[in-house]
Nanobody
């Protein structure tokens, strides 16, 4: 079992930056790829970014390309999402998830952290 706990969310203004973190416990993240998703009220969950074990594959959702950066520190069992040039439409609960590297299915999910961007 892997437990995922997000942190770092908050209220920021449009144009600001924010970094959210996802700390894993229970098992090392060896062989796990990690992803960030978000869900706004009344909307479907949206893929934000993914990162493989080595960090050399980092696909992004179209709405965040060029503004968000995903990274990981395997020694700390932590994944980060650096969010720059935030927009009000980025307001959502941000959730991290883990999948085995050879699978496309995320099997562990965190509870999420709220990010609110005011205009």
């Amino acid at each position: 079992q892997v437990q995922l706990v997000e942190s770092g969310g908050g209220l920021v203004q449009a144009g600001d930056s924010l970094r959210v973190s996802c700390a894993a416990s229970g098992r090392a993240l060896n062989n796990y790829a990690m992803g960030w998703f978000r869900q706004a009220p009344g909307k479907e969950r949206e893929f934000v970014a993914d990162i493989n074990w080595s960090g050399d594959s980092t696909p992004y959702g179209d709405s965040v390309k060029g503004r968000f950066t995903i990274s990981r520190d395997n020694a700390k069992n932590t994944v980060y999402l650096q969010m720059n040039s935030l927009k009000p439409e980025d307001t959502a609960v941000y959730v991290c998830a883990a999948r085995l590297g050879w699978s496309s299915t995320y099997i562990y999910w965190g509870q999420g952290t709220q990010v609110t961007v005011s205009s």
